[in-house]
């Protein structure tokens, strides 16, 4: 069986897999709900959704600094990459131990592509599909909820020392569009530029997200006081996890906007 990844690679499977390493928590959290977990068998230290995953099943690095012994030693049929969150050396090192299949996200379009591509290719179609009619079906929901609401210009923070935020080109700023906020950085050739704190001063409020850095309310209350702007904490999994983290994340994004 050939399969097709989303960055244009075809990797051959002889058999539906039966033993996944994940490098990517999001995708491992979908894995997960496809009814998976039983096939995984390496994952990253980051896949911290189930909670207890990580005590369960073989960690065998980050997902840009691997033990590749460990990736060997669980013999896995099938890896599972994301072209943002892996390195392509790593890929590379990878591919010589077993086939390798790469995301690539900047959409919600593509998040469902994601999904039914794996589902199909893990032999789990019909779970794929029905968390793919709940994403759209919530989208539609919240698109509702939302199109009234008016347009705020926001910052988007990622990162504390330096200070960084998201760009345009990214799978957070699509979300940030479909809440009706509009980046304040227009610049589209960085995807997560470094800024000064004094262009957080253009926004209409600033959003500390709690990854990868983990901003906790007491740096919202300081940088409120020092920039004597609205700055609100907001959930990092569900503005930047692309599988099935989706399926709830317009319930919370509608708690945004009261």
Known sequence: MQFKDQIGNIIT?????????SLVPSQTELLIDLGLKENLVGITKFCVHPKNLRKEIKVVGGTKSLHFDKVEAVKPDLIICNKEENTKEMVVELQKIAPVWVSDIFSIDDSLEMIKRIGSMCGVEDIATSICSKIISEKEDFLNFVKNKPTKKV????????????????????????????NSYEDESSRYP?????????ADEILLST????????????LSKELDKKV?????????????????AFSYFKSLHF
């Open 13 to 21: 499977l002889p058999i539906t897999p039966k033993r996944i390493v």
């Open 155 to 182: 910052a988007y923070v990622i990162w504390k020392k330096p200070l960084m935020i998201a760009g345009k080109n990214t799978f957070i700023n699509e979300l940030l569009v479909l809440n009706n906020f509009e």
């Open 194 to 202: 470094e800024v000064k704190k004094d262009f957080l001063k253009q």
């Open 211 to 222: 990854e990868p850095f983990p901003f906790k309310e007491k740096d919202a209350i300081a």
């Open 232 to 248: 609100s904490i907001v959930d990092g999994e569900y503005f930047s996890w692309y599988g099935s983290r989706l399926v709830g």
